[in-house]
């Protein structure tokens, strides 16, 4: 099992956070309350902020991984702050097109 890193960096408005490992019941919370933390801090800047979430050294990803991502995407709208998942390995994508959510996170 590989725990979830999850690296922080903000640049001109852009707040991008890199995650490593496995994201599934065991990490969410971690990674869930990591996110709404950075969805805070874009809400208070003073121009529209971006949150990136870079995945490519992501190892393993279940259902309670992928329901954290779908709700902090729904934050993000609801706050009006942009956010893009990059760097998304061939499984992950595949099981975003699975179930539909491609066309949402991506």
Do not use: C, K, W
Request: cysteine-free; aromatic content about 2%.
């Amino acid at each position: 099992m590989d725990a979830l890193h999850l690296t922080t960096s903000r640049h001109d408005g852009t707040l991008r956070v890199s995650v490593a490992g496995e994201l599934d019941i065991a990490t969410t919370e971690v990674f869930r309350g990591h996110l709404l933390a950075l969805l805070q801090e874009a809400g208070r800047a003073r121009r529209p902020a971006e949150l990136v979430i870079e995945v490519s050294r992501l190892s393993f990803i279940d259902a309670a991984g992928l329901g954290i991502l779908v709700s902090v995407q729904n934050q993000a709208v609801n706050q009006h702050t942009r956010l893009h998942i990059e760097g998304v390995p061939p499984s992950m994508r595949r099981l975003l097109r699975i179930t539909g959510l491609d066309r949402h996170l991506t």
